[in-house]
């Protein structure tokens, strides 16, 4: 039995009173408030944990008895306002109703509707469940590739190359970003503007000339048969670079030349 | 250039190899002509493992084939190579996983009925990247939800034959709790 | 569990590495401790390229290090394992040429940022030898990564004149589906 007591300062406030110590059944492991909710799984595992913890085969789990000490936890993890999944209140109300249906007196000769009973149909998922949690320790301690063992393998002599490379269609290419662009957008963690794909393009060759030659001028960048169009795109190339900080603009003197120079020569 | 023998040569591509040989691929690096039965190729192959007994790399078959792999008794120095640790799974993937490995195929919303809480997409994709799990169809139900299985890459990456290789899954509680559901449900009959 | 000599732990980390090893690498196979000395190292190199002499595999000194290296006398029959159909690129690797193409000149990180996992090596590197992408140069942010661009070849591959010919990827998500949900809305508005 664990009882924190913690001075002045309640653990939490449960119904508008200060809970200073934790109710004697609720077992929290030490420091461990805070990732409970990290810790379990679900509400079955929660509940499977709750029975564990009693020695208890689900079988003979007594609701009433578990429900109370599940209700505690939510009640504890709402006080640390923990934003809870849907899934524990659901539960909540399932433990609440298989509850309240025990209490009731049976009607007399009706013939039970088994296939409906909660409380079976709640010990079929923990058992269930828990087959699953078993099934995934004994997955993660099989040996594994790269981890527990190794696949051996020697270099391999010059092979004539018969194989052409995979071919790839232009609409592939296209429905791969889409379908990109519309997964991005439904996580809509990425709301970046991107610059067009002619200044992007722009970019890169100036990055692929800088790689060649430390120094560009600006003339070395715009090309006369691109038309004024041509010298837009550049102009723009060259301001979102120096913006993202991969290139850099020098000026030794007002009026003179402007060079174009990788960051880190600059 | 040394001329090699059915042994050697097969001892020579299974290194080679990427990945674990099948017996149509070992037939296939003979070419159209004289390619060996597989009696043949089996023979050499027994041969060739019985070689490589108690060295530091062994024969072993696996769903996809055959390959040679490095003892696990070098496996702790191989880790000192790395700084890196190897990939950690969370429990949510390695449920899911099982789930998938165990009640092929399966649809996403069986797996979340059964362990009670929705199944992350990041946890599906992580999974099918590394090349374990696959998309086998669709179940004919509204919304045709895709049925997930595992793959032969699966297999081999846990150094198994077949998915009957798998620890059993009733094996694996240790109280006999099935057994009293059932007894329970035959005495309230 | 069998206990390895030196030698036979060096030929199972040989077998284990993927490329070349340095004698650094192989004393760090021994943790911190008991490392032995580069002349202990090289001595059972020599004694197991002694055993590996006129076998299908021999083990051979490169610019990186040490390394098995599988006969040249094996390349006619692994030549026909090659397979005459052209294989396929994963979904990962279209993905992540389109963010480069799409969104170049772009950094690993962003392209992960996006797609939502993590870009796997191999297929920077397939997309590399393939004269796809190319660096072109580094991101002034802690760790300098690389920034990723398509090449002429791609152009040339793809029968691009320039990236502005890539069509508007945007325009394809409008499926008629959010068309109808777009209306929808405007219709409530």
């Known amino acids: 039995?664990?009882?924190?007591?913690?001075?002045?300062?309640?653990?939490?406030?449960?119904?508008?009173?200060?809970?200073?110590?934790?109710?004697?059944?609720?077992?929290?492991?030490?420091?461990?408030?805070?990732?409970?909710?990290?810790?379990?799984?679900?509400?079955?595992?929660?509940?499977?944990?709750?029975?564990?913890?009693?020695?208890?085969?689900?079988?003979?789990?007594?609701?009433?008895?578990?429900?109370?000490?599940?209700?505690?936890?939510?009640?504890?993890?709402?006080?640390?306002?923990?934003?809870?999944?849907?899934?524990?209140?659901?539960?909540?109300?399932?433990?609440?109703?298989?509850?309240?249906?025990?209490?009731?007196?049976?009607?007399?000769?009706?013939?039970?509707?088994?296939?409906?009973?909660?409380?079976?149909?709640l010990i079929r998922r923990l058992l269930e469940y828990e087959k699953v949690k078993m099934s995934a320790e004994a997955i993660d301690e099989m040996p594994r590739v790269d981890r527990d063992f190794h696949v051996a393998e020697a270099g391999q002599p010059e092979i004539d190359e018969r194989t052409a490379p995979p071919q790839v269609d232009l609409s592939e290419l296209v429905l791969a970003f889409a379908e990109l662009l519309a997964r991005a957008r439904l996580s809509s963690a990425h709301q970046i503007e991107w610059e067009p794909l002619s200044t992007r393009q722009r970019m890169s060759e100036i990055l692929m000339k800088l790689k060649e030659t430390a120094e560009l001028t600006l003339s070395d960048l715009f090309a006369p048969d691109e038309g004024r169009a041509g010298v837009v795109v550049s102009f723009l190339a060259i301001l979102e670079l120096v913006r993202e900080g991969l290139c850099a603009l020098i000026q030794a003197a007002p009026g003179s030349q402007i060079y174009i120079r990788r960051p880190t020569d600059a | 250039m040394p001329e090699f023998d059915l042994k050697r040569i097969l001892e020579g591509a299974l290194f080679a190899s990427r990945g674990p040989m099948t017996i149509y691929q070992m037939k296939k690096l003979f070419g159209d002509q004289k390619a060996p039965t597989e009696g043949m190729l089996r023979e050499a192959l027994s041969s060739l493992a019985e070689e490589y007994q108690n060295r530091s790399v062994s024969l072993i078959e696996v769903a996809g084939g055959f390959r040679f792999q490095v003892s696990d008794a070098l496996a702790p120095y191989l880790a000192n190579l790395t700084d890196e640790k190897p990939g950690k799974y969370s429990r949510a993937t390695l449920e899911t996983l099982a789930m998938i490995a165990y009640r092929q195929p399966v649809t996403r919303g069986e797996i979340e009925a059964v362990r009670g809480v929705a199944v992350n997409t990041q946890i599906i994709r992580t999974l099918e990247e590394r090349g374990w799990i696959t998309v086998v169809g669709h179940k004919e139900v509204p919304g045709r939800p895709a049925l997930f299985a595992t793959t032969t890459e699966f297999l081999n990456d846990f150094g198994l034959k077949s998915l009957e290789q798998l620890p059993n899954a009733e094996d694996l509680i240790a109280t006999p709790t099935t057994d009293l559901l059932d007894q329970m449900e035959q005495s309230s009959e």
């Open chain 1, 1 to 121: 039995m664990i009882n924190h007591v913690q001075g002045e300062l309640p653990l939490a406030v449960v119904e508008g009173s200060p809970l200073t110590q934790l109710p004697e059944d609720l077992y929290i492991p030490p420091d461990a408030l805070e990732i409970i909710l990290d810790a379990f799984e679900g509400p079955l595992d929660l509940l499977l944990y709750l029975i564990r913890r009693q020695n208890l085969d689900i079988i003979q789990i007594n609701v009433a008895e578990i429900t109370r000490q599940y209700m505690g936890y939510i009640a504890l993890l709402e006080s640390m306002r923990f934003e809870l999944a849907a899934e524990y209140l659901v539960m909540a109300a399932m433990l609440a109703e298989i509850k309240s249906r025990a209490l009731l007196p049976r009607p007399v000769g009706a013939d039970e509707d088994e296939d409906h009973d909660p409380r079976a149909e």
